[in-house]
């Protein structure tokens, strides 16, 4: 399996950007993974932003992005995207998208567990 983020960049506080995770190979349907979106500020540990569960019927949003950030999927595209609104200085970081099997709690995909397969990011700067 491959993940592919896009959609970063640089943008000014109050703007909006979304944010692409393309999913490739392996050998289940695409509604069969999880996927999750998490993010890392430099100098700080990686935290969870947001994940759909059991093809849609569950999803989750950290407290710092509930309300602004809206997680959806395409499966005609392969792609889960990350609608991130009123962003923030704080939102600052690499995001990245993570995918594997639903064979855990919900739980255990919230704590950044059970992932097997991890994108390589991508940046998102919001200047003040």
């Known amino acids: 399996v491959q993940l592919v983020e896009s959609g970063g960049g640089l943008v000014q506080t109050g703007d909006s950007l979304r944010l692409s995770c393309a999913l490739s190979?392996?050998?289940?349907?695409?509604?069969?993974?999880?996927v999750g979106w998490f993010r890392q500020a430099p100098g700080k540990e990686r935290e969870f932003v947001s994940v759909?569960?059991?093809?849609?019927?569950?999803?989750y949003y950290s407290d710092s992005v509930t309300g602004r950030f809206t997680i959806s999927r395409d499966d005609a595209k392969n792609t889960v995207y990350l609608q991130m609104n009123s962003l923030r200085p704080e939102d600052t970081a690499v995001y990245y998208c993570a995918a594997d099997l639903l064979l855990y709690a919900d739980s255990t995909y919230l704590r950044g567990e059970g992932y097997d397969h991890w994108g390589q990011g991508t940046q998102v700067t919001v200047a003040s």
């Open positions: 759909m569960i059991r093809d849609r019927v569950n999803t």
């Open positions: 190979g392996g050998n289940y349907k695409f509604k069969d993974y999880v």
